[in-house]
């Protein structure tokens, strides 16, 4: 980990040394270490650093933008007076809202020292044993495990000092058996509580179902969505409808139904960078601080996320939305919550007379006809049919392509349970997923082996 | 931003050093990349960036295992400490691996290779740039309903310096340049998009700042603006069976998810499965399966002057090849790497191996898969069609884990009645099964309708790679094909 302090210092250096009117000098730094393995063999095993240093500058309302890796001296000055020059060839901005200010927000309270000094003889002894239970239960297994650490800092000439640091670990596990797979995966700030062992009895449960996969006719089901299949649909939603970008262009489902019942009252989302349960980062990249953010409330459309610029427009403050300087998807939220309901997750399959169970989704896309939120998307791993509340047989894999504003109008029942639900590799925000009970979700198609 | 030279010497010492340490294989990757982006939305500047990224990348081969470990910092010392980061994790995995790998063979070369380009884009006045596209976006404001209209340009200048201990030392110098627009147009509950001259960041291309001028970034603006009016008042496609023409841009789709990504061998051997899924081209079926009818032959050429999948040498200093992935309708050969080859006992490797940068080590990925032309003019294949749609401009795709069933949505399409184009149709959707697709293809069109586009996102990898890969597409027709309104 390079620090707060110097990390903060050196943002600060480039500040002062900058010619512009204002200047935001914004630096993320990670590292991985990750190893991939199929079938009992690591196939790829790395250590990945990386840094990114964005200088914004402001100079008679004109900005420019410069992007480096590198975090020495001549380096950044470098970085820096490609953004001058860029700022002073670019044509002024008519609406362009002033830097955030006064923000001081350092924290490391996420960083779990057993996280950042996990011997690698200790790496590799968990993965051996994953490797030797598998094949004690005649199965094999393929997947990854993960772990790293984060830094965010931001500093503006306007006094912003801001400064994150966590660790993470994670692991993906999929484990197949004849023509069954199964599928588990974890993630923690703390890798002692990464608990591999039950994650890879939970896909082998899977892949070593006693029957053989059952091909089902396409059609409306009943369908229990678990946490990881839930986290990717209403990460969607949040691409494609809760930020102020598509609000603005009227592509959000949000656009003009704000204060509508657009879900069943069941249903509420919040975002909140500031939640433990969550990947929590508690500022943005202008450094301003996270602010909790409903966006369906008891099923009602209740709000969008802002950055400093679309604030601006609608004027209102900022969320603590903004990403990267070089982003042009606007602010998205990327720590979502659902709340939770009044059920366990077993008493929502055992209410179910016949229907699917549905662990995770393949290759989603919310892109097809965004106001009604329709999508598309595949059943993978572990995907099961549920007859008098039992799980009777693994399914064949089946695509759906439903409005979820349909499906989350018709809610069974919500798990009590929650479970957190992000990527240790690639840094795609965290959703916080109870299991839903949907009484209606369309399959269109199903592969053919 | 003036950037220093490609660190040879720094990069053949640290090979050397390397080779002391006794490994079996090592190979020391320098990349630099610069990257201008500019992005103006209705007629103002949303952003101008520049990003310059450099490092050295070393993988390390020992007892048969992978280590890998990166560095941006160009010094002996930083570059040692990677060296010795990679060889540690050679070693940890090698003592729990059970299958060691074997490389297949490739004759180290010294070399350089330079990509075509008359107008070097990072030499273009930045004003230049952006009136071009402020005039472009500003052809497509004006009626009420345009909610945004974006126009972008993107600008690569890589350099690469590839070593390995088995003697090859390979300096690369490619630059890439693109452009697109896009509009969005609402009117009620309609929310309509057209892009131009392609989706998903317009156009790219091995070439310099002549490909952006090429573009015709106005003409088209008037062309899409036209067409997403009419979008609005529109009618969907009737669901049905029916016969399907795909225009190049939808191709290229078709192509990507279809047939590159499932003839990826890592892929096909597992190392994608706790991401990206697998793949329907198991090995027991190279040379056997009917992937396509007789008029599908697709090809991965990385030889193909323009096309962003182009290199003189892979990222572990094999040449680049033109690879029939598909010959007459016959599944013939994968997508590899020296690694993949060696185990499938091939006699070399495919030569697809590629790096987003520095930081990752280099995975199987697509060159330029390309549909092979037909003889057809696209009048004489829509001739004899009594009713189907012509589709244009990839909107959504999604596709299951072993590459099968695949659903897409396009931006636009046209009725055919009789053979002629009838009104433009909005939300068109079609799904199929890969094989079965294919095997309906019955034409393409021929040469002179060939078009080669550059696709920027294609993702990979964990971590996540981003890789710009070509497709090159005639006009194809497809009959029986499964299409509905995307409702």
């Given at each position: 980990?390079?620090?707060?302090?110097?990390?903060?210092?050196?943002?600060?250096?480039?500040?002062?040394?900058?010619?512009a009117d204002?200047?935001?000098?914004c630096?993320?730094?990670?590292?991985?270490?990750?190893?991939?393995?199929?079938y009992?063999?690591?196939?790829q095993?790395?250590?990945?650093?990386?840094?990114?240093?964005?200088?914004?500058?402001?100079?008679?309302?004109?900005?420019?933008?410069?992007?480096?890796?590198?975090?020495?001296?001549?380096?950044?000055?470098?970085?820096?007076?490609?953004?001058?020059?860029?700022?002073?060839?670019?044509?002024?901005?008519?609406?362009?809202?002033?830097?955030?200010?006064?923000?001081?927000?350092?924290?490391?309270?996420?960083v779990?020292?057993?996280?950042?000094?996990?011997?690698?003889?200790?790496?590799?002894?968990?993965?051996?044993?994953?490797?030797?239970?598998?094949?004690?239960?005649?199965?094999?297994?393929?997947?990854?495990?993960?772990?790293?650490?984060?830094?965010?800092?931001?500093?503006?000439?306007?006094?912003?000092?801001?400064?994150?640091?966590?660790?993470?670990?994670?692991?993906?596990?999929?484990?197949?058996?004849?023509?069954?797979?199964?599928?588990?995966?974890?993630?923690?700030?703390?890798?002692?509580?990464?608990?591999?062992?039950?994650?890879?009895?939970?896909?082998?449960?899977?892949?070593?179902?006693?029957?053989?996969p059952?091909?089902?006719?396409?059609?409306?089901?009943?369908?229990?969505l678990?946490?990881?299949?839930?986290?990717?649909?209403?990460?969607?939603?949040?691409?494609?409808?809760?930020?102020?970008?598509?609000?603005?262009?009227?592509?959000?489902?949000?656009?003009?139904?704000?204060?509508?019942?657009?879900?069943?009252?069941?249903?509420s989302?919040?975002?909140?960078?500031?939640?433990?349960?969550?990947?929590?980062?508690?500022?943005?990249f202008?450094?301003?601080?996270?602010?909790?953010?409903?966006?369906?409330?008891?099923?009602?459309?209740?709000?969008?996320?802002?950055?400093?610029?679309y604030?601006?427009?609608?004027?209102?403050?900022?969320?603590?939305?903004?990403?990267?300087?070089?982003?042009?998807?606007?602010?998205i939220?990327?720590?979502?919550?659902?709340?939770?309901?009044?059920?366990?997750?077993?008493?929502?399959?055992?209410?179910?007379?016949?229907?699917?169970?549905?662990?995770?989704?393949?290759?989603?896309?919310?892109?097809?006809?965004?106001?009604?939120?329709?999508?598309?998307?595949?059943?993978?791993?572990?995907?099961?049919?549920?007859?008098?509340?039992?799980l009777?047989?693994?399914?064949?894999?089946?695509?759906?392509?439903?409005?979820?504003?349909?499906?989350?109008?018709?809610?069974?029942?919500?798990?009590?349970?929650?479970?957190?639900?992000?990527?240790?590799?690639?840094?795609?925000?965290?959703?916080?997923?109870?299991?839903?009970?949907?009484?209606?979700?369309?399959?269109?198609?199903?592969?053919?082996? | 931003?003036p950037?220093?030279?490609?660190?040879?010497?720094?990069?053949?010492?640290?090979?050397?050093?390397?080779?002391?340490?006794?490994?079996?294989?090592?190979?020391v990757?320098?990349?630099?990349?610069?990257?201008?982006?500019?992005?103006?939305?209705?007629?103002?500047?949303?952003?101008?960036?520049?990003?310059?990224?450099a490092?050295?990348g070393?993988?390390?081969?020992?007892?048969?295992?992978?280590?890998?470990?990166?560095?941006?910092?160009?010094?002996?010392a930083?570059?040692?400490?990677?060296?010795?980061?990679?060889?540690?994790?050679?070693?940890a995995?090698?003592?729990i691996?059970?299958?060691?790998?074997?490389?297949?063979p490739?004759?180290?070369?010294?070399?350089?290779?330079?990509?075509?380009?008359?107008?070097?884009?990072?030499?273009?006045?930045?004003?230049?740039?952006?009136?071009?596209?402020?005039?472009?976006?500003?052809?497509?404001?004006?009626?009420?309903?345009?909610?945004?209209?974006?126009?972008?340009?993107?600008?690569?200048?890589?350099?690469?310096?590839?070593?390995?201990?088995?003697?090859?030392?390979i300096?690369?110098d490619?630059?890439?340049?693109?452009?697109?627009?896009?509009?969005?147009?609402?009117?009620?509950?309609?929310?309509?998009?057209?892009?131009?001259?392609?989706?998903?960041?317009?156009?790219?291309?091995?070439?310099?700042?002549?490909?952006?001028?090429?573009?015709?970034?106005?003409?088209?603006?008037?062309?899409i603006?036209?067409e997403?009016?009419?979008?609005?008042?529109?009618?969907?496609?009737?669901?049905?069976?029916?016969?399907?023409?795909?225009?190049?841009?939808?191709v290229?789709?078709?192509?990507?998810e279809?047939?590159?990504h499932?003839?990826?061998?890592?892929?096909?051997?597992?190392q994608?499965?706790?991401?990206a899924?697998g793949?329907?081209?198991?090995?027991?079926?190279?040379?056997?399966?009917?992937?396509?009818?007789?008029?599908?032959?697709?090809?991965?050429?990385?030889?193909?002057?323009?096309?962003?999948?182009?290199?003189?040498?892979d990222?572990?200093?094999?040449?680049a090849?033109?690879?029939?992935?598909v010959?007459?309708?016959?599944f013939?050969?994968?997508l590899?790497?020296?690694?993949?080859?060696?185990?499938?006992?091939?006699?070399?490797?495919?030569?697809?191996?590629?790096?987003?940068?520095?930081?990752?080590?280099?995975?199987?990925?697509?060159?330029?898969?390309?549909?092979?032309?037909?003889?057809?003019?696209l009048?004489?294949?829509?001739?004899?069609?009594?009713?189907?749609?012509?589709?244009?401009?990839?909107?959504?795709?999604?596709?299951?884990?072993?590459?099968?069933?695949?659903?897409?949505?396009?931006?636009?399409?046209?009725?055919?009645?009789?053979?002629?184009?009838?009104?433009?149709?909005?939300?068109?959707?079609?799904?199929?099964?890969?094989?079965q697709?294919?095997?309906?293809?019955?034409?393409?069109?021929d040469?002179?309708?060939?078009k080669?586009?550059?696709?920027?996102?294609c993702?990979?990898?964990?971590?996540?790679?981003?890789m710009?890969?070509?497709?090159?597409?005639?006009?194809?027709?497809?009959d029986?094909?499964?299409?509905?309104?995307?409702?």
């Amino acid at each position: 980990m390079i620090g707060a302090s110097k990390l903060l210092n050196e943002l600060k250096q480039v500040v002062k040394r900058s010619q512009a009117d204002a200047t935001i000098v914004c630096a993320e730094a990670s590292t991985r270490r990750v190893a991939r393995f199929a079938y009992e063999n690591i196939h790829q095993d790395l250590v990945q650093e990386s840094l990114t240093v964005y200088v914004k500058v402001i100079l008679n309302k004109r900005v420019g933008v410069a992007v480096t890796d590198t975090f020495e001296r001549a380096g950044l000055a470098r970085c820096l007076r490609a953004a001058q020059e860029i700022a002073k060839h670019a044509p002024p901005a008519k609406h362009l809202p002033a830097l955030p200010g006064g923000h001081r927000l350092v924290t490391d309270e996420d960083v779990v020292q057993r996280t950042l000094q996990v011997p690698p003889e200790e790496f590799l002894k968990t993965l051996k044993r994953l490797f030797q239970l598998c094949q004690g239960a005649g199965a094999q297994l393929a997947g990854s495990f993960a772990t790293g650490e984060d830094e965010l800092a931001v500093a503006n000439s306007n006094g912003v000092a801001c400064y994150h640091a966590s660790t993470v670990a994670g692991a993906k596990l999929v484990t197949m058996y004849r023509k069954l797979s199964g599928y588990a995966s974890g993630i923690d700030r703390d890798i002692s509580r990464l608990d591999l062992e039950p994650l890879l009895e939970r896909a082998l449960k899977q892949c070593l179902h006693r029957r053989d996969p059952v091909t089902l006719p396409v059609g409306t089901y009943e369908v229990i969505l678990e946490p990881e299949a839930v986290a990717e649909l209403v990460m969607w939603l949040g691409y494609i409808a809760f930020g102020a970008k598509s609000f603005q262009e009227r592509t959000s489902f949000l656009a003009g139904r704000i204060g509508e019942s657009l879900m069943a009252r069941g249903i509420s989302i919040v975002d909140d960078g500031t939640d433990p349960d969550g990947l929590r980062l508690p500022f943005d990249f202008e450094g301003v601080p996270k602010q909790r953010v409903p966006l369906i409330e008891r099923g009602k459309a209740s709000g969008i996320v802002y950055d400093s610029a679309y604030g601006l427009l609608y004027g209102r403050p900022s969320t603590g939305h903004a990403p990267p300087p070089t982003d042009t998807e606007g602010p998205i939220p990327s720590h979502l919550f659902m709340g939770p309901g009044a059920k366990r997750r077993d008493e929502l399959i055992r209410s179910c007379r016949r229907g699917l169970l549905i662990p995770r989704f393949h290759y989603v896309s919310g892109l097809l006809n965004p106001r009604e939120a329709l999508m598309t998307g595949l059943t993978r791993e572990g995907a099961c049919l549920i007859e008098d509340g039992k799980l009777s047989a693994p399914i064949t894999t089946m695509r759906f392509t439903q409005s979820l504003l349909e499906a989350f109008q018709h809610v069974l029942g919500i798990s009590k349970e929650r479970t957190l639900i992000a990527d240790a590799i690639h840094d795609t925000g965290s959703a916080v997923m109870p299991t839903l009970h949907l009484a209606k979700f369309r399959f269109t198609g199903r592969s053919e082996r | 931003m003036p950037t220093p030279a490609a660190p040879k010497n720094l990069v053949t010492q640290l090979v050397r050093a390397i080779q002391r340490r006794g490994v079996d294989y090592a190979d020391v990757r320098f990349m630099r990349l610069l990257h201008e982006s500019l992005v103006v939305e209705q007629g103002q500047v949303k952003t101008i960036s520049l990003t310059e990224s450099a490092g050295i990348g070393i993988r390390v081969l020992i007892h048969g295992s992978w280590g890998f470990a990166s560095t941006p910092h160009l010094n002996l010392a930083s570059l040692r400490r990677a060296a010795g980061q990679a060889i540690d994790l050679a070693k940890a995995s090698a003592s729990i691996n059970k299958k060691l790998l074997r490389l297949a063979p490739v004759k180290p070369v010294k070399a350089t290779h330079r990509s075509s380009w008359q107008i070097d884009p990072f030499t273009v006045p930045l004003s230049n740039k952006l009136d071009y596209l402020v005039w472009a976006t500003s052809t497509l404001l004006g009626p009420k309903v345009i909610k945004r209209v974006t126009a972008h340009m993107d600008f690569h200048k890589y350099t690469k310096l590839f070593a390995s201990t088995e003697g090859a030392c390979i300096e690369q110098d490619i630059i890439e340049s693109g452009a697109g627009l896009e509009v969005v147009a609402q009117h009620g509950n309609e929310v309509q998009l057209r892009s131009y001259p392609n989706s998903h960041r317009g156009a790219l291309a091995q070439a310099g700042f002549e490909y952006v001028k090429q573009l015709d970034l106005v003409g088209g603006a008037k062309t899409i603006q036209s067409e997403v009016l009419q979008l609005l008042r529109a009618e969907s496609p009737k669901p049905g069976l029916t016969t399907v023409v795909l225009d190049p841009t939808q191709v290229v789709m078709q192509l990507h998810e279809s047939c590159g990504h499932p003839a990826e061998l890592d892929r096909v051997l597992g190392q994608e499965l706790s991401y990206a899924g697998g793949s329907f081209l198991t090995t027991d079926r190279l040379g056997k399966l009917r992937y396509g009818s007789d008029h599908v032959t697709i090809v991965a050429d990385a030889t193909l002057p323009g096309g962003v999948g182009s290199f003189g040498y892979d990222d572990e200093g094999v040449p680049a090849q033109r690879v029939e992935l598909v010959r007459n309708g016959i599944f013939s050969a994968y997508l590899s790497s020296r690694e993949s080859a060696g185990r499938l006992g091939l006699r070399a490797s495919g030569g697809a191996m590629r790096a987003e940068l520095w930081d990752v080590p280099p995975l199987v990925r697509m060159t330029n898969v390309n549909l092979e032309p037909g003889d057809a003019t696209l009048d004489e294949l829509l001739h004899d069609i009594k009713h189907g749609y012509l589709l244009s401009t990839n909107k959504s795709w999604s596709i299951d884990d072993r590459r099968l069933n695949f659903q897409f949505t396009t931006e636009i399409a046209w009725e055919i009645e009789h053979g002629k184009l009838g009104a433009i149709v909005k939300n068109p959707l079609y799904t199929g099964i890969t094989p079965q697709f294919w095997g309906r293809c019955t034409g393409a069109t021929d040469r002179a309708t060939w078009k080669l586009w550059g696709v920027s996102n294609c993702a990979k990898g964990e971590p996540m790679q981003l890789m710009h890969v070509g497709h090159g597409a005639p006009y194809a027709r497809f009959d029986g094909v499964a299409v509905a309104p995307a409702r």
